[in-house]
């Protein structure tokens, strides 16, 4: 499975990128702002998005739609990662279409158990 994951903080897409490497079967890149992402897709397609909320130049509700189109893939799976009080975050995230929504930090036993699922779901591998 490949997963795209976009934050602006290192940290989090170490974490991120470390946590996919134990999940296993798992293809990670990461990009720091939605241009990047953009431009990423151009030449490697995901299995799912992982978007932050809030990045440099746009924000996840945003860039989800972007990226879908980009694709050509109306229906690629996504999650929104944000520090933001999930409460809040679930309702429009669900409207801008998003799959699902994690907090951060990421819990990354949830991250594992979640990817592990998506993966044997798609009989996808890296």
Not at 9 to 25: H, I, M, P, S
Not at 47 to 69: F, K, M
Not at 91 to 117: H, M, N, S, Y
Request: charged fraction near 25%.
């Amino acid at each position: 499975m490949r997963v795209l994951y976009v934050d602006d903080d290192r940290v989090n897409a170490l974490l991120f990128v470390e946590t996919c490497r134990v999940a296993g079967g798992v293809d990670v890149e990461t990009a720091v702002t939605g241009a990047e992402a953009m431009d990423l897709v151009d030449s490697w397609v995901p299995d799912l998005l992982v978007i932050d909320l809030h990045l440099p130049d746009t924000d996840g509700y945003r860039l989800l739609p972007a990226l879908r189109q980009r694709l050509a893939a109306p229906h690629l799976p996504a999650i929104l990662c944000t520090a933001d009080e999930i409460a809040l975050v679930q309702a429009p995230a669900r409207a801008a279409g998003f799959d699902d929504c994690w907090t951060k930090p990421v819990e990354l036993q949830a991250v594992i158990d979640e990817l592990t699922r998506r993966n044997a779901s798609t009989g996808a591998a890296s």
